[in-house]
């Protein structure tokens, strides 16, 4: 089953926030909004697009509005992941 990781989103967020912009996701860091670690809706719009374009999945733009923090995005993109795989 295909599953996106917490070392990909953040290679992901730091390719599309730019060079130095934002900072690393840990553990520690899954529960904190994006906006405080450094990433800006933008940054997130790029990183959705990159995973529907390679997932061939269309992920729900109100849950993603929703998802505020790295967990909650994971946790959006793992179930729409696993829906797909079970249909």
């Known amino acids: ?5 917490l070392d990909r989103l ?8 730019g060079e130095g912009e934002g900072i690393g996701l840990d553990g520690d860091a899954l529960d904190t909004p994006f ?5 800006d809706s933008l940054a997130l719009l790029q990183v959705t697009g990159i995973i529907e374009r390679d997932h ?11 998802a505020e923090t790295p967990r909650q995005y994971l946790d959006l993109v793992n179930r729409a992941l696993a829906a797909r795989t079970a249909a």
């Open 56 to 66: 061939d999945l269309m992920l729900d733009e109100e849950a993603l509005d929703e």
């Open 1 to 5: 089953m295909d599953r996106l990781e």
């Open 35 to 39: 906006l405080d670690l450094g990433y």
């Open 10 to 17: 953040t290679e992901l967020l730091r390719e599309c926030a």
